[in-house]
């Protein structure tokens, strides 16, 4: 049931255009390789990541929308296409009722996001999770086949034992070796996912944009936006600290098998961090928003 359904204001259409055509021009360095290696069938261990492990189309990423509460006036009717969407006295406009389908869903996010928000960031976790997932790994195995591991399977063993696992997320862990699940910490489920995320795990920031996507398309396709540049920035370092090595795709390997490579890490793991607590607050913000629209 709805319980308000304000509008905050009306775009004109040169505006709501004008935007509609930038954010197209910004997601296009991010879709079109991906179409075009499609087409002839390749893959890439880092860019392809975001389309493949979340199960968002390349058109969802695409599509313009203004967000809840606003107005489209002018010649919207495209935006009808799509049946969130209604048409209104004054101009096309989200559908409040919308909201209703995805309360369950956005509320849980909300509920991940607080407690994250709420934890201190831990950064002693060294991004190891990839190497738990090719720990003991028959070379058949290997998720990325076509890319070389830069260590040999002993190096790769002998650093996880050294530095051990300290893995917090559980769509990470999840992928982990049978051999290496027992070297961790915690033992992470979905269930106590709300307990276990904290704010310095790379993969909880680049879970923004899956928490963007679940409310969509009741937010401003800017911000989603946002959420999908950022979890770009958190899958490049994920792989950089990889065992994979990746050069010849233009990623200098971070060498987590030394005291400096480790630094290096850490220093960049905080700064995504930094980045990744102003967005999760904003996106706590208009999903509550959100929320607080139904009862």
């Given amino acids: 049931m709805v319980k308000r359904a304000t509008y905050d204001h009306s775009v004109e259409e040169q505006e709501w255009r004008n935007r509609q055509d930038a954010h197209a021009a910004r997601v296009e360095p991010w879709v079109r390789p991906r179409l075009e290696r499609k087409f002839v069938g390749e893959k890439h261990p880092v860019d392809d990541f975001l389309f493949d492990y979340y199960p968002y189309s390349i058109g969802k990423l ?47 996010a909300i509920t991940i996001l607080h407690n994250t928000t709420t934890k201190p960031p831990l950064f002693h976790c060294l991004g190891m999770h990839e190497w738990a997932m090719v720990y003991n790994i028959k070379p058949n195995e290997v998720r990325h086949e076509s890319y070389a ?11 996880v034992d050294e530095v051990g696992l300290r893995c917090t997320h559980f769509d990470a862990f999840r992928f982990f070796t049978q051999d290496s699940i027992p070297l961790n910490v915690i033992t992470p489920t979905r269930a106590s996912q709300p307990e276990n995320e904290q704010p310095g795990c790379v993969h909880a920031t680049m879970d923004l944009y899956k928490y963007a996507m679940w409310a969509n398309p009741y937010l401003p396709s800017e911000f989603v936006a946002d959420c999908f540049s950022l979890a770009r920035t958190a899958r490049t370092l994920d792989m950089q600290a990889s065992p994979y090595d990746l050069r010849e795709l233009g990623y200098e390997p971070i060498l987590m098998e030394t005291h400096e490579g480790r630094t290096e890490y850490i220093k960049r793991q905080q700064e995504l961090h930094l980045r990744g607590t102003q967005l999760r607050l904003k996106l706590l913000s208009q999903l509550r928003d959100l929320s607080t629209s139904v009862m």
């Fill in 62 to 108: 695409q599509a313009w929308h203004p967000g809840f509460g606003v107005i489209l006036e002018g010649n919207a009717e495209e935006f009808l296409l799509n049946k969130d969407y209604i048409h209104t006295d004054v101009g096309v406009t989200l559908n409040p009722e919308g909201i209703v389908k995805r309360k369950p869903r956005v509320d849980l």
């Fill in 149 to 159: 591991l830069r260590l040999s399977p002993k190096e790769i063993a002998d650093l």
